[in-house]
C-alpha cells in the first residue's frame, strides 16, 4: 500500500517515502502531459534522482491531437526534460468518436500507457487531493457503488506493471506553491476551462462555492473516498470467498473456459451475487450497475434444460451443466471450414481453434477435420451407428463447444470425435484423438 504525503512543506521527503515501496522497479515513467501537475511531480523526481538511487526517470508525452493548440506541447515538454536531463517518449493516439470525447481520451491514453509500461515498470500519474474530491462528488451524482466512490485508487495494475499515483493527498495549492517556489512554467490546456465538461464545471463552478462554505471540503470528501476504498476492500475479501465456493472441478476444465458452480452461487443473496461476479467479470469488461442486471437474473433464474446468455461489453455469460462459463474472443464465432490432414504423425493446427493431435494406427483412406453440420453419425463400439447430437447430449458437453469439436473423418465416415471418452477413438483401441483448445489467459482464477 502506498504510504500517504501529509501536508508538508517538504514534498520532496514526502514524495520519496511515498515511492520507497517502488523503488525496485526498473523504470519510472512520468505521464507529463506539460500541466501543473505533472510539471511539479516531474520537477520533484528529477531533483530526487540527483542525490538518491532511484529506477531510471523517463516522461511519456501522449498527443490527442484535438485542438490546434496541443500541436505545440510536445515541444514544450521537450524542453522540460532536456532541462532536467528526462528522456521523453511522444506517443500520437488516435480518438475514436463516441458519446464521450472525455472518456474516448481516457481510453486512448492509457492504452498507449499499457503498450510502453514494461514487466514490473512503474508508470506515475499526477492526480492530486483536490482530483480525489472532485472525482468522488462526479461519481456520487452518477449514482456510483461503493467501488466508483472509492474515486482514484493510489495504485492498480497496468499491463505487464504498476499505475502508482503518489501525489493523491498533496492539494492543488501545494502544487502551486511548489510550481511558485522553483519557478516552473507549465501549459495552460484551454480545453480545462470548458464548463460543457461536467469535471471543469464542478471544478469551477461547484467546488468554490463548497470551500467557501466549508473550507475543508476537499480534505473530508478526499477522505470519505478513503473510507470507501477500505470498505470496498472488505467486498473484495467477500467476494473472494464466495468464488472460492463456486470455483469447483468441472470435467470440462480442459476446454479453458472460465466456469463457476451455479449452485453456489444460489446460495447467496442477491446483493453478494452481484459482488462476486462483479469481482469474478470486471477485470475483463464493464459491468451494468446495480439497476442493470435482469440479463443475469434471467440467466440465473431459467429453466434447467433452457440455453440462456447474459451478453455483456466484452464477451457472454452462458449457462450449461449446472455452471456459468465466460465467453469471449473465438468462442464467440465458429471455426474455419474443414481442412485435410496428410500427415496425422505431426499436430495439426486448426486455424484460431487450437491444435489436434493423433496418435495410433492411420486408417487408409483421406483423413480430414470436420466440424458439426447437423445429421452426423458416427459407429460406436459395441453399441452400433448413433446420431452424434444425442451422443454429445450424452457425453453433456456444454452446449456452447459443440461447435468447435473437432471431428475427424477418414474419406465420408465419421471415425472419431476429440476429447470425449468413448468416441474418441480410444473404444476401439486403435486410435486416440486429442484436442487442445486455444486457451486465452483472461485473468481469472
Not at 467476494?239 to 463456486?246: F, G, N, Q, R, S
Not at 458416427?378 to 456444454?398: A, D, I, Q, T, Y
Request: charged share 20%.
Amino acid at each position: 500500500m502506498l504510504t500517504h504525503l501529509r501536508n508538508s512543506n517538504d514534498l520532496p521527503a514526502k514524495l520519496l517515502q511515498v515511492l520507497t515501496p517502488w523503488r525496485t522497479a526498473p523504470t519510472w515513467r512520468v505521464a507529463f502531459s506539460g500541466g501543473l501537475d505533472s510539471t511539479v511531480l516531474l520537477h520533484l523526481l528529477a531533483q530526487l534522482a540527483k542525490s538518491h538511487s532511484l529506477p531510471k526517470l523517463n516522461a511519456i508525452h501522449i498527443h490527442h491531437g484535438l485542438q490546434a493548440a496541443a500541436d505545440a506541447w510536445p515541444g514544450h515538454c521537450q524542453s522540460v526534460c532536456d532541462a532536467l536531463g528526462v528522456p521523453l517518449q511522444v506517443i500520437r493516439v488516435q480518438v475514436l468518436p463516441g458519446a464521450s470525447l472525455e472518456r474516448a481520451a481516457r481510453e486512448a491514453r492509457y492504452g498507449a500507457f499499457v503498450e510502453v509500461t514494461e514487466t514490473n515498470g512503474v508508470l506515475l500519474t499526477a492526480q492530486h487531493r483536490d482530483d480525489q474530491a472532485e472525482t468522488l462528488l462526479f461519481r456520487l451524482l452518477r449514482g456510483a457503488g461503493v467501488k466508483g466512490l472509492s474515486a482514484i485508487p493510489p495504485q492498480r495494475p497496468l499491463g505487464r506493471g504498476y499505475l502508482v499515483r503518489p501525489l493523491l493527498d498533496v492539494s492543488r495549492a501545494e502544487l502551486e506553491a511548489y510550481a511558485a517556489e522553483h519557478q516552473l512554467s507549465w501549459i495552460e490546456d484551454p480545453s480545462n476551462v470548458d464548463q460543457q465538461f461536467s469535471r471543469n464545471y464542478l471544478r469551477l463552478q461547484i467546488f468554490p462555492v463548497l470551500t467557501q462554505r466549508w473550507p475543508q471540503a476537499v480534505t473530508t470528501i478526499a477522505r470519505s473516498a478513503a473510507h470507501l476504498s477500505e470498505a470496498q476492500g472488505l467486498l473484495d475479501e467477500l467476494a473472494e470467498i464466495d468464488l472460492a465456493h463456486a470455483t469447483t472441478v468441472s470435467e470440462f476444465d480442459w476446454l479453458g473456459v472460465p466456469s463457476l458452480e451455479m449452485a453456489a452461487l444460489e446460495k447467496l443473496s442477491a446483493a453478494r451475487q452481484r459482488n462476486a461476479l462483479s469481482h469474478w467479470l470486471s477485470p475483463l469488461t464493464r459491468m451494468p450497475d446495480s439497476d442493470h442486471w435482469s440479463g443475469w437474473e434471467n440467466l440465473r433464474d431459467a429453466a434447467t434444460d433452457a440455453r440462456p446468455i447474459w451478453r455483456l461489453a466484452e464477451g457472454e455469460l452462458h449457462r450449461a451443466n449446472g455452471r456459468i462459463w465466460w465467453l469471449t474472443g473465438h468462442w464467440l464465432s465458429l471455426p474455419e471450414p474443414a481442412q485435410l490432414w496428410s500427415d496425422p504423425s505431426a499436430a495439426l493446427l486448426l486455424p484460431n481453434n487450437g491444435r489436434l493431435t493423433f496418435s495410433g494406427t492411420v486408417p487408409a483412406g483421406v483423413l480430414s477435420v470436420r466440424y458439426r453440420q447437423g445429421g452426423e453419425v458416427m459407429h460406436v463400439p459395441g453399441r452400433g451407428h448413433r446420431n452424434l447430437k444425442r451422443l454429445l447430449n450424452e457425453s453433456g458437453l456444454p452446449q456452447f463447444a459443440r461447435g468447435r469439436l473437432p471431428l475427424l473423418y477418414c474419406n465420408e465416415q465419421l471415425l472419431a470425435v476429440a476429447n470425449l471418452r468413448g468416441l474418441d477413438g480410444s473404444a476401439g483401441g486403435s486410435c486416440l484423438l486429442q484436442w487442445q483448445p486455444v486457451i486465452n489467459d483472461q485473468g481469472l482464477s
